[in-house]
């Protein structure tokens, strides 16, 4: 049984932009000769969130949509008042949605299905480089 | 420490339909002899999720309200362009609840309160077979 | 590779009251000696979720109005017809968020960005005392 740290440097453009990495962790299961285990796929920053989806450009709209939806960019919030950025809206949805995600893997291969993939959500309303954490831990 | 993989098969009716796995996982636990660690249940696909519930009747249907009213069925979404199967919602719902939950066990036994249960949620429109994959990592 | 279980007790008073538990995580991980790997941080109880935010008056604001909008305490619940507690929203609200949330650690220190805390969310409508579980996993 051993941790295996990975890195997987992102630029994204904000704006509820969706990320798939699932292409990414592959990769780097990889090069962990691992083959039983979990990794922790993570995100520092409280602006960004973690899930799967089948990534088609249809449900990446619609994802927009919900978290518009559910968390308008433009409705009042209170943290506005405290550091004035505009990006009340991109706390809220990253809370909710979450900065990590366990997935499994066997036999050296995610267990992810064939159209699930893992995708980060940048919710911030500017481009950023994010640092996604692979934490692995497995035998 | 070591890691052991074990699999519950569910048979759902779809239609956010909520199915308590905690005695399956329960009964797997034992089987692994495993005292001290994390297990991860993961669902395969994009249309269904995991979480934490008091299972009894009342909230089932609360939980099928929630999720109608924050991801409405018949609302138009950009992916039945895409696929033409009327599932939009499901995959917006499996989204953002996520398919996976990490809980602890302490001397060999699951860490859920007395009146909380693990579910799985299938949030497609039809009746699945469903594999769960329960990822056991500990000593 | 060990597992090492730590718990921190907390008083909430209910009604959405967010808990600041980054601390108390950190002082735990240095106890543990350990260096590289997981930490699962997990809530016994159906009434209670975990997740990360930057902690500051007007997002802990927020939050609060958030939740309410999407399952307000007010509206009518099933789970009212069971039990008659009043909080079949704390339910609805806690099952969507999660019981339980996965952070890496890497050289003893939380990943956590400087203004990402990890916060417990007490949904229940009256004070409660909470044991929340960390299950350490890493060398």
New interface residues.
């Given amino acids: ?3 295996v ?1 990975r890195y997987i440097e992102v630029h994204t453009k904000g704006g509820t932009d969706v990320i798939d990495l699932t292409r990414g962790i592959k990769t780097e299961l990889k090069t962990t000769r691992l083959n ?3 990794v ?1 796929v ?1 995100v ?3 602006t960004a969130g973690l ?4 990534y ?4 990446i ?3 927009k ?2 978290f518009e ?3 308008p960019e433009n409705e009042r ?7 004035h950025d505009g990006n ?1 809206h991109s ?2 949805r ?11 893997f ?1 036999n050296g291969e995610l ?3 064939t ?2 993939q893992c995708i980060l959500i940048d919710f911030d309303n500017r481009a950023r480089e994010r640092r996604v ?1 692979l ?1 692995f ?3």
């Fill in positions: 049984m051993s941790v740290t039983q285990g979990t922790t993570f520092s920053g409280s899930t799967t989806v089948e088609e450009p249809g449900l709209k619609d994802l949509h919900f939806k559910i968390a919030y209170a943290h506005e008042e405290t550091w009340g706390h809220i990253a809370s909710f949605l979450g900065p990590s995600i366990t997935l499994p066997i267990t992810l299905g159209w699930q954490i934490q831990v497995g035998e």
